[in-house]
Antibody, heavy 122, light 112 residues
Framework: QVQLVQSGAEVKKPGASVKVSCKVSGYTLSELSMHWVRQAPGEGLEWMGGFDLEENKKVYAQKFQGRVTMTEDTSTDTAYMELSGLRSDDAAVYYC???????????????WGQGTLVTVSS | QSALTQPASVSGSPGQSITISCTGTSSDVGGYNYVSWYQQHPGKAPQLIIYDVNNRPSGVSNRFSGSKSGNTASLTISGLQAEDEADYYCSSYTTNRTPLYVFGTGTKVTVL
C-alpha cells in the first residue's frame, strides 16, 4: 500500500518561493510517476506537472513553466514541488498524486497526499 | 487547454439516480478512453471512483458507473445515499504534452 505524506501549511509573501514535500512509503520513489495538482479555495483541481511516461520525462503545465520545479530525493523517497514568484492567486492546497505502480498505461491518480495549504499574503 | 465542462450542481433524493456530464474536446475526452472521476468531501483529498471511462477501483461501490459518447463523459450515481454528497471532478488525459491532464470544473452533488 502506497502512502503519500506532505509537509505542513506554509505562509509566504508575494514574490517569495514555496517548496512542498511529499514523502512516499510503501514503494520507492523511483518506482512511481509523481504528479502535482493544486486547488484554489472554492475552486476546481488543476494539474501542474508530473512525469510523462510516454516521453519519459517531467512535463510542466505551460501555465507554470518557468516558475515551477519538481524534484526527487531518492535517498529519502521524497518528492518536492517548488513554486517561485508567488502571487495571491497561487494561494491553494497543493497535492501530490500518483498512479498505482506499475504506472505503465495508467492515466489516473490512485493515491493522493493529504494536501498542503499555501497562503500568500503580505 | 480549458477545463472540462461540468454542471455546477446536481441534486437528488435518497434512492434516486443522478448523472453528471463532463464535456471536453477531441483532444481530451473524445480522443482517449482515459477519463477518470474523483469524489472529494470537504477538506479531504480527492478519491478515485472511476478510471478508463467505466472501471471501478477495488472497494468503490457499484452504485457508481461511467460512460462516454463522443466528447462527453458521464458519471451516474444510482441509489443515491447521504454519503454521496460531495464534489465530483472528471479528468482526462490529453493529446497535448502540456497539460498532460485536464480536470473538469467540478459538480456539487446534494442529497435532498
Amino acid at each position: 500500500q502506497v502512502q503519500l505524506v506532505q509537509s505542513g501549511a506554509e505562509v509566504k509573501k508575494p514574490g517569495a518561493s514555496v517548496k512542498v514535500s511529499c514523502k512516499v512509503s510503501g514503494y520507492t520513489l523511483s518506482e512511481l510517476s509523481m504528479h502535482w495538482v493544486r486547488q484554489a479555495p472554492g475552486e476546481g483541481l488543476e494539474w501542474m506537472g508530473g512525469f510523462d511516461l510516454e516521453e519519459n520525462k517531467k512535463v510542466y503545465a505551460q501555465k507554470f513553466q518557468g516558475r515551477v520545479t519538481m524534484t526527487e530525493d531518492t535517498s529519502t523517497d521524497t518528492a518536492y514541488m517548488e513554486l517561485s514568484g508567488l502571487r495571491s492567486d497561487d494561494a491553494a492546497v497543493y497535492y501530490c498524486a500518483i498512479p498505482a505502480p506499475p504506472a505503465d498505461f495508467t492515466y489516473y491518480f490512485d493515491y493522493w497526499g493529504q494536501g498542503t495549504l499555501v497562503t500568500v499574503s503580505s | 487547454q480549458s477545463a472540462l465542462t461540468q454542471p455546477a450542481s446536481v441534486s437528488g433524493s435518497p434512492g434516486q439516480s443522478i448523472t453528471i456530464s463532463c464535456t471536453g474536446t477531441s483532444s481530451d475526452v473524445g480522443g482517449y478512453n482515459y477519463v477518470s472521476w474523483y469524489q472529494q468531501h470537504p477538506g479531504k483529498a480527492p478519491q478515485l471512483i472511476i478510471y478508463d471511462v467505466n472501471n471501478r477501483p477495488s472497494g468503490v461501490s457499484n452504485r457508481f458507473s461511467g460512460s462516454k459518447s463522443g466528447n462527453t463523459a458521464s458519471l451516474t450515481i444510482s441509489g443515491l445515499q447521504a454519503e454521496d454528497e460531495a464534489d465530483y471532478y472528471c479528468s482526462s488525459y490529453t493529446t497535448n504534452r502540456t497539460p498532460l491532464y485536464v480536470f473538469g470544473t467540478g459538480t456539487k452533488v446534494t442529497v435532498l
